[in-house]
């Protein structure tokens, strides 16, 4: 629902239903195919998050993508704010913003992703959340998610793609101010 209230962009929805067990994917097709164009994969078997995100990229279409996750909120002008960073600096090939985090009774906890991107103190561990938007051909240039950091277990599917673009010497930029909640 909050990807709706994203208003000034014309937005392409790409969800992919991982197997899951409840009944998050018939109400997020019942609210979406109604108000808005959404293309809809559902897999009948469970192959994770990396697999899962490949496969939603494979099915965009638009210049830019934004991974959400079925847990995350994003605010009113989250889409828009980091779509216009993008498109105001050409050699961006992803940005992200500072992230709120809640407990389950509604009680702020933390604030995650809150500084810039900087390949020397990425190496040292992630502090940026996959909650982010990129460049799409950019992204299938570079080879999208590794499926093998899936082997080590770290939990972090996203770290070794930060720590390939900032390998390639590509820039990211960093917005210093809350746009979602997680």
Not at 6 to 35: C, H, M, P, W
Not at 93 to 107: L, M, P, Q, R
Not at 156 to 168: A, K, Q, T, V
Request: negative net charge; charged residues 25%.
């Amino acid at each position: 629902e909050s990807v709706m209230k994203n208003q000034g962009l014309v937005v392409e929805i790409v969800i992919v239903n991982d197997a899951s067990t409840d009944d998050s994917f018939a109400i997020a097709r019942k609210f979406l195919e109604s108000t808005h164009p959404v293309t809809l994969i559902d897999k009948y078997k469970n192959t994770g998050l990396v697999d899962t995100r490949n496969i939603g990229l494979r099915h965009c279409t638009g210049e830019k993508i934004f991974i959400l996750d079925a847990d995350n909120w994003i605010y009113e002008d989250c889409l828009s704010t980091h779509y216009n960073l993008l498109k105001s600096d050409p050699s961006l090939v992803a940005c992200y913003a500072v992230i709120e985090c809640f407990d389950e009774s509604g009680a702020f906890v933390r604030r995650v992703s809150q500084k810039p991107f900087d390949f020397e103190s990425l190496k040292y561990g992630n502090y940026i959340d996959a909650m982010a938007m990129f460049d799409r051909r950019t992204l299938n240039k570079i080879g999208k998610y590794d499926r093998e950091i899936t082997k080590v277990g770290l939990g972090w599917e996203d770290y070794e793609l930060w720590l390939r673009i900032g390998s390639l010497g590509l820039n990211v930029g960093f917005i210093d101010r809350p746009l979602s909640r997680s």
